[in-house]
């Protein structure tokens, strides 16, 4: 494994590592999988942290420390590196890392309750709990529009597993292939309260300042990773049964690799920024999914949560698309409060350079709901079962007590 990050500082190795198949390919695979898992824990020991091991394996991590062939697991770009190597490798060769399959999935439902570009949505049991299966569409046959499909699928696969669910980002738990034989499923919890915004309805107006700033610190978790959503909307935010955001579907999902890189230009053109409706509006050159086209995507979802509605619900996605490209943008929702309205509009600004970063956006929430006054009522909505919360949701329960009234809440007999 050691070897492997020595590896990652040559191109010529990298372009080897790309060639290969089949078992070979393989192992590569799983190799790579357990160094992104572990690097963690490689960068702790060499900046100084304790091994919790004993024994002759501890004293073979002390020489491998004391010889320096840890060096290069610190470098900055190091895991990034190896998340890109992964997907090249798996859309090269056709395979997945063999820690990625799970089995045991018991579906029930024989028609699919929803569905995306090239997926389709059932519910299922998984070692005893309600799981979603999202099954590629197209059959495993050698047509190029299924093998397309297949890297589609196995690349959002790969972006999902090595995401930190504890960062607002739904769980992912595997790949399934036996329950649709010829199919890939790729399994996660099951939300049962569904999406943020659903058949034209938002969540309680009391609640939307904690929902942007749970929103937001997710946004802000995949941008520290150098990661871009892409495809950041309503239907792609799910509520855990806890009430709390989980950022789902990465199918657009892509590095920040630079101006120039080349990436898909599907989208939901409601929530496209306008740079990725035509870049030359913009003054750019070439299309380039960016931090910034995903803040301009956040300020569509603010509105959503507000209006129920998607931006501009009154005309064509055709007419959308010019009036975006125009400069103009939805009227911000009367029943927002002003400094929502604000930081909107400036999420939403025509040059990308200008519209704020996801900790400006962060710390405008915390803010603003510091300084109002609580509302006059409480939701009265049962709690849910005790869970371990993900360490970024202290300052949104924070949040959520600072929306409370002062008095406590009356207890049920």
Not at 17 to 37: E, H, N, P, T, Y
Not at 240 to 245: F, L, S
């Amino acid at each position: 494994m050691l070897v492997f990050y020595e590896m990652l500082t040559s191109k010529a190795d990298l372009d080897e590592i790309v060639k290969l198949k089949g078992s070979k390919a393989q192992f590569m695979l799983d190799l790579m999988q357990d160094a992104i898992r572990t690097h963690i824990t490689f960068v702790y020991i060499l900046r100084g942290g304790t091994p919790r091991m004993r024994g002759a394996r501890r004293d073979v991590l002390n020489n491998i420390i004391h010889l320096g062939f840890l060096r290069n697991v610190d470098r900055i770009s190091a895991q990034l590196d190896a998340r890109r190597l992964i997907i090249r490798l798996s859309e090269a060769c056709d395979l997945l890392p063999s820690s990625l399959t799970i089995t045991g999935v018991d579906q029930q439902n024989i028609r699919h309750l929803s569905g995306g570009t090239f997926g389709d949505i059932y519910k299922a049991h998984y070692q005893g709990t309600s799981v979603a299966l999202k099954r590629l569409r197209f059959f495993q046959e050698a047509s190029a529009e299924s093998i397309d499909n297949r890297r589609k699928f196995c690349r959002e696969a790969l972006m999902w597993k090595n995401l930190d669910s504890d960062s607002y980002i739904l769980p992912f738990l595997g790949v399934d292939s036996e329950t649709f034989p010829g199919f890939l499923c790729m399994v996660s919890p099951w939300m049962s309260k569904g999406p943020i915004v659903n058949a034209g309805a938002g969540p309680d107006k009391g609640i939307i300042p904690v929902l942007m700033y749970e929103i937001a610190v997710g946004l802000q978790y995949l941008h520290s990773e150098n990661i871009i959503h892409g495809d950041l909307r309503g239907a792609n935010i799910l509520l855990d049964d806890q009430g709390h955001v989980r950022l789902a579907d990465f199918g657009l999902t892509v590095f920040a690799d630079g101006p120039r890189a080349r990436t898909n230009r599907g989208g939901s053109t409601r929530w496209m920024a306008p740079e990725l409706l035509d870049p030359s509006s913009c003054g750019l050159e070439v299309f380039q999914r960016t931090f910034a086209s995903d803040v301009y995507s956040f300020a569509c979802v603010c509105l959503e949560l507000y209006t129920g509605n998607a931006p501009f619900p009154e005309f064509s996605e055709g007419a959308v698309l010019l009036k975006v490209i125009r400069g103009e943008r939805p009227e911000c929702p009367p029943m927002a409060p002003e400094w929502c309205n604000q930081f909107i509009t400036k999420c939403w600004s025509h040059i990308p350079a200008n519209r704020p970063g996801t900790g400006n956006i962060i710390e405008s929430i915390v803010q603003a709901v510091r300084r109002r006054p609580p509302p006059t009522r409480r939701d009265s909505g049962a709690e849910g079962p005790k869970v371990r919360r993900p360490r970024f949701q202290r300052v949104g329960s924070a949040l959520k007590t600072e929306l409370a009234p002062s008095e406590s809440p009356s207890k049920s007999p």
